[in-house]
Each structure stands twice: as C-alpha cells, then as structure tokens.
C-alpha cells in the first residue's frame, strides 16, 4: 500500500483532536511589568501527571528535513502531551493520526504550522518526530517519569510518503 501525504494549513480546529495551537493570535493579554510586556496565559493544556510524571522543559535542536520523506514510523507518549515550540521564526510540518493501539494509515494527516506558532500533542497521539524546514532549536515541554511513556510503531508493509508543505 502506497499513500502520499500532502501538508495542509493547520488551525484549532482541524487540529483540534490532536492537540492544541500554541499562539497568542486571538487571544487577550494581561499587562505585565509596568506596561512593557504582554502575558499570554493557558495557551495550552498541558497534562504530565499520569502516574507522578512530572513536567520537564527541554530543547531538541532539529536537523532540516528532505522532502519528499519516507516515513516508516510513528511515536506515541499515551502517559503525557508533548509540545513543541520554535525558537525560530519558522513553518515546521506535523505528522499525526489519532490515538489508537496502532496508528491508522489512512488518518494520517499532515499539517504546516506557521510562524510563531507551536503545538501541544495531547496524550497518546501518533505522530511522526520533529519535521524542521531549517536547522533549528525547539524549545519542548513533556513528561517525565516512571511508566511506558513512549511507544514506537514501525510500518512493514505501507509505503507513506510525506511532500513538503
């Protein structure tokens, strides 16, 4: 089986079930520090505690990725969401499809993030690691902890194919 993926624009709710949009478009800030900053709060929901996970702050720095990519796996973390946050102003690509024993082929979608924009997987969320278009910094909240929170299907039979948004 052949399957080719083709990146769309992504927003709230196209991308809803998967996790959340890390922006402060549309949203109220409060006025911080006499005025000269702006606080965005609960942009994301952020869930580590599942079995006392607690909540870690890293940064991956991501090599830039070839197109068109072969994917032959997808991850999962069903103990923890997992966010991503670029420290570039840059479009990064998102793999994903939806929680299951194992990801299903045909709802593997693709989504083009734009710029200052990030996002937060919720829980057990098949998704493909970091797709960076330049070789650049993530700054990434997820959990760590005790338990199985990382789960790895490799696909034997699918060839998935992802071009370049």
Known sequence: ?????????????????FGDLISTRKRRPIKINNGYANRYDNLCKINTSTKNGNTIVSIFSAKK???P?????????????????????ST?????????EKPKVKKIQSFI??????INYKPG????????KKKMNFLV????GKGNNLV??????????????
Not at 3 to 16: E, L, S
Not at 92 to 100: H, K, S
Not at 125 to 132: D, G, K, V, Y
């Open 1 to 17: 089986m052949k399957i080719i993926i083709k990146p769309k624009k992504i927003n709230g709710k196209n991308f809803k079930k």
């Open 65 to 67: 990725r070839k197109f």
């Open 69 to 89: 990519m072969n994917i032959k796996m997808m991850e999962k973390h069903p103990l923890g969401s997992q966010a991503f946050i670029p420290m570039k102003e």
């Open 92 to 100: 990064f690509l998102v793999l994903v499809a939806p929680r299951g």
């Open 113 to 118: 993030v734009p710029k200052q924009t990030g």
């Open 125 to 132: 969320i098949w998704h493909f690691p970091l797709i960076s």
């Open 141 to 144: 909240v997820d959990r760590k």
């Open 152 to 165: 790895i299907h490799n696909f034997k039979k699918e060839k998935i194919i992802l071009k370049n948004g």
